[in-house]
Nanobody, 122 residues
Framework: HVQLVECGGGWAEAGGSLRLSCVVS?????MGWFRQVPGKSREGVAV???????IYVGSVKGRFTISKDAENNTLYLQMDSLRPEDTATYYC????????????????????WGQGTQVTVS
């Protein structure tokens, strides 16, 4: 079973930056970040495939960057130009198949999840 542990959440002013980290026991073919606010379904933010292809949801394009460090088994989400609407609990996730654009709307196809980290922007 793949284990994922997130850290790096917290509070930021609008326009500020935060970097989320997710230490993984092993990388899967597709790794990603999702977020969720109470009362809403989990939303895909960004994914990165084993071939390096990155896919972002439209609302974060140009502001967020997903990356991974194979040497340290860590997945990152650099979040810049933060907005209050980015406030959510952020989760890292993994699946053993390559992701497509459609994968961002399919949290159900990701079997591996971290515990989540809260991001608050005001």
């Amino acid at each position: 079973h793949v284990q994922l542990v997130e850290c790096g959440g917290g509070w930021a002013e609008a326009g500020g930056s935060l970097r989320l980290s997710c230490v993984v026991s092993e990388f899967t073919d597709c790794m990603g970040w999702f977020r969720q606010v109470p009362g809403k379904s989990r939303e895909g933010v960004a994914v990165i495939n084993v071939n390096g292809r990155k896919i972002y949801v439209g609302s974060v394009k140009g502001r967020f960057t997903i990356s991974k460090d194979a040497e340290n088994n860590t997945l990152y989400l650099q979040m810049d130009s933060l907005r209050p609407e980015d406030t959510a609990t952020y989760y890292c996730a993994g699946r053993g198949a390559v992701c497509s654009d459609y994968s961002l709307s399919r949290a159900d196809v990701f079997p591996h999840w971290g515990q989540g980290t809260q991001v608050t922007v005001s």
